[in-house]
């Protein structure tokens, strides 16, 4: 089959029956946008929910890379058919993945494990817009586990959880990793924490703090959910470049999704999942709408009187929303 000119259809069947090429030419199109990623989501979409989606997230220089390489060798040791979503900085010139999560898994993924780098398009916090719609197209070509690495720039990355049901944070000694994931939230979210570059000095004093950390938010009842429901999350040592405790990691993450199944917990976060994506597109579809309403002539008059008159930005604002609403 000609990838390039297969229908839509197509390439979703040709991707569930194994071929990359169909895979890789789906995500090109879901990356991309346009009236082809609507219509590859609506084919996928029914097919998706058999993938467990786990979030690696972490500041710069964690390893978390490192790390991933390793749990996709250990996933298809155990017989499972793992895939990566790596989101990467964009490249300011061209817009494109800069791919550097990619060269630094290229030693340790195992051959015929699915490796896509993204670009986050100057997306606030890492995520790129097109990430669920990747996932779906994952999920519906058989993969699972589908991790999706985070960028790691500026502070560890809550948005993450959005799209994931597992969420792992990974710490190091010597970054102050411990406190920045307590200031970023993500003790609230983190389901898993890993203490990474378990050999150096340190590495203990990272899991006394994260351990005092979640302490603290089980005293304050911080870490309770709706359903009252606490699964606290483990501290796993590790040291991804000898592979000691990733597969302890693997089974942190097995046991996390036992829990959501059996707590019915698996559902709400799947939802959730959706939720956030519909908001998420709901915005991008205002924002556009916006940029080309400041371009009229009601929002051209309505900014000049805020400029040059008493009229204020509130009302000005609320001129040029009343014109997108019709109200």
């Not at 990974?170 to 939230?185: I, R, S």
Request: net charge neutral.
């Amino acid at each position: 089959m000609n990838i390039r000119t297969a229908s839509l259809t197509e390439l979703v069947e040709a991707a569930r029956s194994g071929d990359n090429r169909a895979v890789g030419r789906l995500l090109t199109l879901v990356e991309r946008g346009s009236a082809a990623a609507e219509e590859v989501a609506a084919l996928t979409h029914p097919l998706r929910g058999n993938a467990h989606v786990v979030g690696i997230t972490g500041a710069p220089g964690s390893g978390k890379s490192t790390l991933v390489g390793r749990l996709l060798a250990g996933w298809c040791q155990r017989g499972l058919r793992p895939a990566v979503l790596a989101i990467d900085p964009s490249s300011p010139i061209s817009g494109g993945a800069i791919l550097g999560d990619r060269i630094r898994m290229d030693d340790v993924i195992p051959e015929g494990t699915f490796v896509r780098s993204m670009a986050t398009r100057g997306h606030q916090g890492g995520l790129a817009l097109a990430v669920p719609g990747a996932v779906r197209v994952l999920d519906a070509a058989g993969f699972s586990p589908i991790v999706i690495e985070t960028v790691g720039v500026g502070q560890v990355e809550v948005d993450v959880v959005a799209a994931a049901d597992t969420a792992v944070v990974v710490a190091t000694p010597g970054m102050g990793d411990a406190v920045q994931a307590n200031k970023a939230g993500l003790l609230e979210v983190a389901d898993l924490f890993v203490v990474n570059k378990a050999d150096r000095p340190g590495a203990a004093d990272v899991r006394r703090d994260l351990e005092l950390m979640l302490d603290l938010a089980h005293v304050t009842g911080a870490d309770t959910d709706d359903s009252g429901v606490y699964f606290r999350p483990q501290i796993l040592m590790v040291t991804a470049t000898t592979g000691t405790g990733v597969a302890e990691v693997i089974d942190g993450i097995a046991d996390h999704l036992k829990h959501l199944t059996a707590s019915g917990r698996l559902a709400d976060r799947r939802a959730h999942r959706v939720k956030a994506e519909v908001r998420s597109r709901a915005h991008a579809a205002l924002e556009q709408q916006l940029r080309h309403s400041m371009q009229s002539d009601a929002a051209t008059a309505a900014l000049e009187k805020a400029i040059n008159s008493n009229f204020s930005p509130v009302d000005a604002a609320r001129k040029i929303v009343q014109k997108i609403t019709g109200d």
